[in-house]
């Protein structure tokens, strides 16, 4: 399965791109890594799993998450597409097209902040599947 990660703008230069690019590394040990960074994000027809991250999604916890990840790769699917959206949200018609939603918290996060906040709680994920001790 590759990950591939949708995102709304591009991830701004200085820490924030260093701390998403150090994850992206790590999670690349685990799945191959794909990021898309596009001003209007479009579904991707690629085949796969698709889901949005956003505020009134599921709530998950950190080995939610995993399990959620786990269970996508155990199954037959080659991508599992993660959608992170702009400072305005998704566009009415993506939310219509990709009706799978979690959250990594229930409160709006600035867009660049999320990603680090995403890249970092999938990495967990994989070293919580892994019995890794970085979660602990």
């Known amino acids: 399965m590759k ?3 949708c995102l709304a703008g591009k991830t ?15 999670i690349s040990r685990y799945v191959p890594v794909e990021i898309i960074e596009a001003k209007a994000l479009k579904t991707q027809s690629r085949e796969g799993v698709h ?3 956003s505020p009134d999604g599921r709530a998950l ?6 399990s959620y990840l786990g269970d996508i790769l155990n199954s037959s699917a080659k991508h599992l597409f993660i959608y ?3 400072p305005t949200g998704f566009d009415p018609d993506m939310e219509k097209a990709v009706p799978e ?3 990594l918290s229930a409160m709006t996060f600035n ?3 999320i990603r680090i906040m995403l890249f970092e709680q ?3 994920a994989f070293t919580i599947l892994n019995n890794e001790p970085y979660h602990k």
């Open 3 to 5: 990950l591939v990660f």
């Open 12 to 26: 701004e230069r200085g820490p924030v791109g260093d701390l998403v690019d150090d994850y992206r590394r790590r």
């Open 51 to 53: 889901v949005l991250l």
């Open 61 to 66: 916890t950190s080995e939610g998450l995993a």
């Open 84 to 86: 992170v959206g702009g």
């Open 101 to 103: 939603k979690i959250s």
């Open 111 to 113: 867009h660049q902040i």
């Open 122 to 124: 999938v990495y967990r």
